[in-house]
Structure formats: structure tokens, C-alpha cells
């Protein structure tokens, strides 16, 4: 009775009216709200390589995360018209060098938004993470470095500041410290028992404070780390169900019965024992497609196993190094000083006068060596499936070898261009090439996040993807345009790529109409600390060697 009175009374049908437009207002004012974006990006090619989706849509982004892919319109406090250009997935690099400033910002606007450096890594790891934290433009991340801790084992009297956290940006001097008593210890001295038990208990002490694996550089160490060493370090990483990501142990050779496929079978086999995921960092070298061939029937059986590429024929590393000797460059691999080892320093091609002479001095200094069989292999590399780009970029220095700092002018870099310009590199080609894009997208994010979250990593389940509730690490790039500007001439090694107006690391824009902004907006990539040790002695039983 109460509701029919009710309806009965004297302008009931006005207020009910009023009711109704009222209520549709607050409907139509919430969508407003709803789709008012910290950023939207409208009418880009979206693309999602997980997916496979490609369509125009408009994008929008709240708080760090991909909130919408729409359809309909939608408005932000800022606007990103994307006409005619993709929007898809931020880069990701799982070998990245060059975590330094001025390189961070060389790719930032070569679209990379994570750059990890999984093969060298870092030691210690815990201080390494809290130096970036809220202090950094892009997402990072670093295993437990093997070579750093073997340093800080074998070459402890070499006066080396083990308390401040080394990377590959510090590793030149570190090597260079190294041999104050002659012997660069860390490559080349084979460690005891005792002194075998203490590097993995180094690198227990890393993976616990988050590191993402094991960084090995063996192919640095060859003659140094035994294979039971080797194996031990695969499994203080294993026993977190972590990576390793290994620089193989015959890099490069190409000689029965030590070319690069042995060094592989040695990490591999530990790798399948352990039950561990493995990244074969640079996969460039002779035996590339053997390997890369186990990796995919490995895959097939549900290992969690793939490889890296970078887009160039020439390859970057330390003067001092032991493959740079003449017996092992020249006699062995055949090749030429004055034809394949070039300083950019110097900007020359060295002697082998000249190549002693410079090892004597500065053997931490970075060296560009051309491989001339890498030629005819470069175009394949990017037609392979779960290979992914990688940039091995290093550290930036100006001529007279000080370091970069970020207003610094892009023409004082000298070194490898493939710093500046690895993802414009690839994506140039691969279009020359007729590459599907979706393809192409897949080897610089998808199976990067793809491989890594397999391994457990949780930041890389929600990165690499064009999908809403993704974080939004985005890069918006002209699929016609985009190129690389740097090469091998002075000057010119660290021009920048074009091509890639915006950048975006979780919901900040980052690089703003090819101008790169200071934006502290990086996220760590890293495991939870933990407490307690996993580490494992080995008995003298088990490794019955004095």
C-alpha cells in the first residue's frame, strides 16, 4: 500500500522523470571520469605480439598500467596522436653493459624500456639495486656476476673496492687492478676447494639479495674456471630455480675440437642436470645455428632455454682480453690485426705493434673486432625464432676515455654504435628483409618477458605485451621510418635512432617527441631478498682435485 500511495501522490511523474536524468547524468559522468587517462595514445597500430592482435585502437594509461584498448573515444591529461605509427610493447635488453647515464640515454631513444645486464652482472647485488632505486629512467636489473666474484676471491690484494657495488661500467678498471700482481687471477688461476666453496657462497649471497641468475663470462675465464667450478655456479643459481646466462667458454672459435658448440654443451648439459633456464648471451659466433637448432628442439621438450643476437657484424670487448691474443686471433682464427681490430680511440685499425703496445698500457679499454664471417650470417638472425635482440651495448666514454654524463652532446661517444642504435638497426633491416613486424616485435619484447617470467621473474610477466592490465612500458615508432643513424666512423658511434617519438616506462612518458626527459620512472626487476642461505659445501669427495 505504502508504494501505491506513494506512486499516487501529486507529482510523482515529475520527480520520477527528474530521477532519471539525474541518474543517466551520473552515469554519463562517471564514464567521463572513467575514461580520462593519465595518457592517451589515439589512433596508433596497436600491436601485441603474445596475441597476435593488430589493429587501430586508442590507448589508455592510469596509473603505470595499460587501463584501455579501445575502440571508442577517450580523453587524458595528455594527448599522443600515434596516426600512422605502432604502439606496441617497450623494448627489453637482457644485455645491457652500458648502465651508465649517457648510454641509458641512448636507448631510451632506440625504444628500449628494460635494460637488464644478464651476462656480466654485478657483485654485490644488493647495494647494486638500492643505487637505482628511484634514481634510474628505465627498468634494471642484474644477475650475480661469476667474474666479479671470482675477482674478489683470487684477486682480493689487487687493492680493488669490493664495498662499492661493480658492474660492467666499473669492470674495466676492476680488470686493469687485477693484474697489479701480474696475474689477472680471476680469468686465468684455478680455484682450490676452499676457494671454490667461497665464490658460491658469493654467489648464494646475490641470488639472495635478488639477483635474476648467474652472469657468467666464461668465455673470459676459459682457462681459469674448471668445469666442476661451472657446474657449481649453474647450481647456486639453480637451487633458486634462476637462470644462467652464460657467455660460452670457446667464444670464438671456430676450431674441432674447442669451437663455440663445445662451450655450449658444457652450460647446456648443467642447464638440463639442474633443470634451470639458460640464456645464451651473443649467440653470434661459428656454430650459431647448431646451437640455436638444440635450443628449439630443447624448447619442444619444455626446457626453458633461447638465445641472443645483436645486429652487427663486429663485436666489442676488452683490449687485455685472451681471445684477442695473437696466438688465439691471429694464428688460430686467422685473422689480421690491421684489418679487423679497430680503436676507436685511435680511430684506426691496429698493427700488431701497435696491439701490444696498447695491451701493455690500458687492457680494460674497449676494442671493436670486425668477424668477417658474421657478414653473410647477420640477415639470417633475424628470421630465428626466439632469438632475441640484444644489444651487448657498453659503457660510454668520450676519445680521451672520460666518462659521459647525460647533457653530454651524443657525437662525444665513442665506441660501438650498437649502443645507439641495435633496435633502429633491426627493425631497418628486418624491413628491408620483408620480416613480419609481429615477428620482429616478438625478438625485441615478447620472448625476452616471455622466457624470463617462465623463469620466475614477475615484472617480466606483465612487460613485453600490448594487453590491458599490462604495465605500460610502451614505445610508439613510425614502422616506414625508424633507422639507425650511428656507425663505425668517429663522431658518428653514437648518433641516435629515429624514428621512435615517444617512450613511455611504467606510465611516464620518457622520451617526449624524440627529446629524451630525465624522468626517474625505472622499475627494479629482481627477485624478493631473502633471508636465508641456500648455499651447499662441496666435500672433498665430490671434488677429490687439490
Known amino acids: 500500500m505504502l508504494n501505491s500511495s506513494v506512486e499516487n501522490r501529486p507529482g510523482r511523474k515529475y520527480l520520477h522523470g527528474f530521477a532519471n536524468i539525474l541518474f543517466l547524468a551520473l552515469i554519463c559522468s ?37 587501463a584501455a584498448i579501445t575502440t571508442g573515444s577517450i580523453s587524458g591529461g595528455r594527448i599522443i596522436d600515434a596516426t600512422g605509427h605502432v604502439v606496441t610493447a617497450g623494448f627489453i635488453d637482457s ?33 647494486w639495486y638500492e643505487g637505482k632505486k628511484d634514481n634510474w629512467p628505465i627498468n634494471y636489473g642484474t644477475t650475480v656476476s661469476q667474474e666479479i666474484v671470482r675477482m674478489s676471491v683470487h684477486d682480493a690484494n689487487d687493492g680493488i673496492d669490493f664495498a662499492v657495488p661493480i658492474d660492467a661500467t666499473g669492470l674495466s678498471k676492476a680488470r686493469t687492478a687485477s693484474l697489479k700482481d701480474g696475474i689477472e687471477g ?37 682457462t681459469g674456471v674448471t668445469t666442476y667450478e661451472m657446474f657449481e655456479a649453474q647450481r647456486a643459481a639453480a637451487r633458486y630455480g634462476r637462470l644462467t646466462a652464460a657467455h660460452l667458454r670457446f667464444h670464438p672459435m671456430n676450431k674441432t675440437p674447442t669451437e663455440s658448440p663445445m662451450g655450449f654443451a658444457e652450460a647446456f648439459t648443467n642447464a638440463v642436470t639442474l633443470k634451470a633456464p639458460l640464456l645464451i648471451s651473443h649467440n653470434n659466433d661459428y656454430g650459431w645455428w647448431e646451437i640455436e637448432e638444440k635450443l628449439a628442439l630443447a624448447r619442444e621438450q619444455g ?11 663486429a663485436g666489442a670487448g676488452p683490449l687485455g682480453s685472451e681471445f684477442l691474443r695473437p696466438e688465439m686471433w691471429e694464428d688460430t682464427l686467422g685473422y689480421k690485426y690491421e684489418e679487423t681490430l679497430f680503436d676507436p680511440v685511435q680511430n684506426k685499425f691496429l698493427t700488431r705493434d701497435e696491439y701490444f703496445e696498447a695491451v701493455a698500457t690500458d687492457p680494460g679499454r674497449t676494442i671493436i673486432a670486425h668477424i668477417p664471417p658474421r657478414k653473410p650470417w647477420l640477415r639470417k638472425w633475424l628470421k630465428v625464432p626466439h632469438m632475441v ?40 633491416l628486418a624491413r628491408e628483409e620483408n620480416i613480419p613486424l609481429m615477428f620482429t616485435l ?21 612487460r613485453g605485451r600490448m594487453q590491458e592490465g599490462m604495465v605500460a612500458d610502451i614505445v610508439v615508432f613510425d614502422p616506414a621510418g625508424v633507422t639507425d643513424n650511428a656507425d663505425f666512423t668517429q663522431g658518428a658511434n653514437g648518433n641516435p635512432t629515429t624514428g621512435i617519438p615517444y617512450v613511455i616506462v611504467h606510465g611516464r612518458i620518457v622520451v617526449d617527441n624524440s627529446k629524451v626527459r630525465k624522468v626517474m620512472a625505472g622499475q627494479a626487476i629482481r627477485f624478493p631478498v631473502e633471508e636465508k642461505e641456500r648455499f651447499e659445501r662441496v666435500s672433498k669427495a665430490q671434488y677429490p682435485v687439490d
Not at 626446457?303 to 657484424?313: A, F, I, Q, R, S
Open 303 to 313: 626446457l626453458n632455454v633461447w638465445g641472443e643476437y645483436y645486429p652487427y657484424t
Open 389 to 428: 635482440v640484444a644489444g651487448d651495448t657498453m659503457w660510454s666514454t668520450d676519445k680521451d676515455g672520460n666518462p659521459l654524463g647525460w647533457d653530454d652532446p651524443y657525437q662525444d661517444y665513442v665506441g660501438h654504435p650498437r649502443t645507439a642504435g641495435t633496435r633502429g638497426r633491426v627493425l631497418r
Open 95 to 127: 644485455h645491457v653493459h652500458s648502465l651508465d647515464l649517457f648510454s641509458v640515454k641512448l636507448l631510451m631513444r632506440d625504444g628500449v624500456t628494460t635494460g637488464m645486464d644478464l651476462e656480466v652482472g654485478a657483485w654485490p647485488v644488493g647495494p
Open 186 to 222: 680471476w680469468s686465468v688461476t684455478k680455484s682450490s676447494l676452499e676457494q671454490m666453496n667461497e665464490i658460491s657462497r658469493r654467489l648464494d649471497q646475490g641470488l639472495r639479495e635478488g639477483a635474476l641468475g648467474l652472469g657468467s663470462t666464461i668465455g673470459y675465464m676459459r
Open 442 to 462: 616478438s625478438q625485441l619484447s615478447y620472448w625476452h618477458a616471455k622466457h624470463l617470467g617462465d623463469a620466475g621473474v614477475e615484472a617480466m610477466k606483465v
Open 30 to 66: 562517471t564514464c567521463a571520469l572513467a575514461a580520462d587517462y593519465d595518457v592517451a595514445i589515439l589512433n596508433g597500430r596497436v600491436m601485441d605480439p603474445e596475441t597476435g592482435f593488430d589493429g587501430v585502437r586508442n590507448v589508455g594509461i592510469r596509473g603505470g598500467k595499460i
